[in-house]
């Protein structure tokens, strides 16, 4: 017989059952969640996690990602990686490795899809003017942002402000404190890594920044590239180069699986707390951080500072420096609902909400209105 048939509800209570029965005992089960800030009964047919997932994805902070940089400036050009295609990326490697090591695949995708939404415009550069600006006011942190987000600025509930999501996926978003992360937002934490750099990687060259010749001296790409010629030989430049870039991601997640499989058997932890004591266990080998490391500063000498990538950052620190200033010091600049926030939270963080949830496109479009006469005064 089956194990159910169309007429069988797999209902939530089912799915904690599930995970408590076939998850690791270092993962985190549902049932088991510290639960939310405020009340709220269970639902019928979802677990505690898939409902957060569920509202992050239907959260505005979320759908903005889709215009917000990762590298490039949004305008730049439309194949290049955004905040969103970013979280998916990782989403999707964090996912294959909580299913490998028996963790919750819900609450990692939970924290995966949520780990960006605390970026400005601009990437890092949105970021760093944020933190500058903000610097005698309480400080600005994507961290604390998501966590902002979820908690307090996302408005969809009739009984409670933010999206009330359950403690774990809440504490994950910060990624600091005296404890070490649970296993899940170390996973996440882990994938976040391989897919900035790779993929910064895939982006530089397809714009021409980066070039292989280049490359050659980093010992990931050399090696990866030695690999997918010798066992795809005569392939075109363009194939070669994505299955190059496959070959990273896969060696770093093959890397990731089997060293901290090695720790998690040499630690054995009883329980999802006893796993977040001492080192931190879903992590890479010495040997693949040292190969990471290398990467990272490559791409930081020869794409993060490279002229053009400069000229962009500086332009659009200028637009968030002037826009913060004008705006903080005149809040009747701000539209209504924006001019309220201010009022309610203070004139510079009020604005540095407004400012950090934008997209690119929309903060360009307000620099103009504010700064240029030709500019419209209001949204079109």
């Given at each position: 017989?089956?194990?159910?048939?169309?007429?069988?509800?797999?209902?939530?209570?089912?799915l904690?059952?599930?995970?408590?029965?076939?998850?690791?005992?270092?993962?985190?089960?549902?049932?088991?969640?510290?639960?939310?800030?405020?009340?709220?009964?269970?639902?019928?047919?979802?677990?505690?996690?898939?409902?957060?997932?569920?509202?992050?994805?239907?959260?505005?902070?979320?759908?903005?990602?889709?215009?917000?940089?990762?590298v490039?400036?949004?305008?730049?050009?439309?194949?290049y990686?955004t905040?969103?295609?970013?979280?998916?990326?990782?989403a999707?490697i964090?996912?294959?490795?909580?299913?490998?090591?028996?963790?919750?695949?819900?609450?990692?995708?939970?924290?995966?899809?949520?780990?960006?939404?605390?970026?400005?415009?601009?990437?890092?550069?949105?970021?760093?003017?944020?933190?500058?600006?903000?610097?005698?006011?309480?400080?600005?942190?994507?961290?604390?942002?998501?966590?902002?987000?979820?908690?307090?600025?996302?408005?969809?509930?009739?009984?409670?402000?933010?999206?009330n999501?359950?403690a774990?996926?809440?504490?994950?978003?910060?990624?600091?404190g005296?404890?070490?992360?649970?296993?899940?937002?170390?996973?996440?934490?882990?994938?976040?890594?391989?897919?900035?750099?790779?993929?910064?990687?895939?982006?530089?060259?397809?714009?021409?920044?980066?070039?292989?010749a280049?490359?050659?001296?980093?010992?990931?790409?050399?090696?990866?590239?030695?690999?997918?010629?010798r066992?795809?030989?005569g392939?075109?430049?363009?194939?070669?180069r994505?299955?190059?870039?496959?070959?990273?991601?896969?060696?770093?997640?093959?890397?990731?699986?089997?060293?901290?499989?090695?720790?998690?058997?040499?630690?054995?932890?009883?329980?999802?707390?006893?796993?977040?004591?001492?080192?931190?266990?879903?992590?890479?080998?010495?040997?693949?951080?040292?190969?990471?490391?290398?990467?990272s500063?490559?791409?930081?000498?020869?794409?993060?500072?490279?002229?053009?990538?400069?000229?962009?950052?500086?332009?659009?620190?200028?637009?968030?420096?002037?826009?913060?200033?004008?705006?903080?010091?005149?809040?009747?600049?701000?539209?209504?609902?924006?001019?309220?926030?201010?009022?309610?939270?203070?004139?510079?963080?009020?604005?540095?909400?407004?400012?950090?949830?934008?997209?690119?496109?929309?903060?360009?479009?307000?620099?103009?209105?504010?700064?240029?006469?030709?500019?419209?005064?209001?949204?079109?």
């Open positions: 017989m089956p194990a159910h048939d169309a007429g069988t509800m797999v209902n939530r209570e089912a904690e059952e599930r995970e408590l029965r076939e998850l690791a005992p270092y993962a985190m089960k549902a049932r088991l969640s510290r639960g939310r800030q405020h009340e709220e009964a269970e639902h019928a047919y979802r677990t505690a996690y898939q409902r957060d997932r569920d509202r992050i994805i239907h959260s505005g902070a979320f759908r903005r990602l889709e215009y917000k940089t990762q490039f400036v949004n305008s730049f050009g439309d194949y990686r905040r969103l295609t970013h979280t998916m990326e990782v999707q964090a996912r294959t490795v909580a299913r490998a090591l028996g963790l919750n695949e819900d609450l990692t995708e939970a924290i995966a899809l949520a780990h960006d939404v605390g970026h400005g415009p601009f990437g890092h550069t949105g970021e760093d003017a944020l933190a500058e600006l903000m610097r005698e006011h309480g400080g600005f942190e994507h961290n604390r942002q998501a966590l902002r987000l979820v908690d307090v600025i996302e408005r969809k509930y009739p009984g409670f402000p933010g999206l999501l359950t774990e996926v809440r504490e994950s978003l910060l990624k600091h005296g404890q070490q992360l649970c296993l899940e937002a170390q996973v996440v934490d882990a994938a976040d890594r391989i897919a900035y750099n790779t993929h910064d990687v895939d982006d530089g060259l397809t714009s021409g920044i980066l070039d292989e280049a490359l050659s001296e980093v010992a990931l790409w050399s090696d990866a590239l030695d690999d997918v010629t066992r795809y030989p392939l075109d430049p363009a194939r070669r994505y299955h190059v870039v496959r070959s990273l991601i896969d060696r770093a997640v093959t890397d990731l699986l089997d060293r901290s499989r090695e720790r998690l058997l040499e630690t054995a932890p009883k329980d999802p707390l006893d796993a977040q004591r001492g080192e931190r266990l879903v992590a890479p080998s010495h040997a693949m951080e040292r190969r990471q490391l290398e990467l500063r490559f791409l930081s000498r020869h794409f993060y500072n490279d002229y053009r990538v400069r000229r962009m950052r500086r332009k659009a620190s200028e637009f968030i420096r002037e826009m913060f200033l004008a705006l903080s010091g005149d809040t009747g600049l701000l539209p209504p609902a924006a001019q309220e926030w201010a009022k309610e939270h203070g004139a510079q963080r009020g604005v540095c909400d407004y400012i950090a949830g934008m997209t690119d496109r929309e903060a360009i479009q307000e620099y103009r209105r504010l700064f240029h006469a030709d500019a419209g005064t209001g949204p079109e």
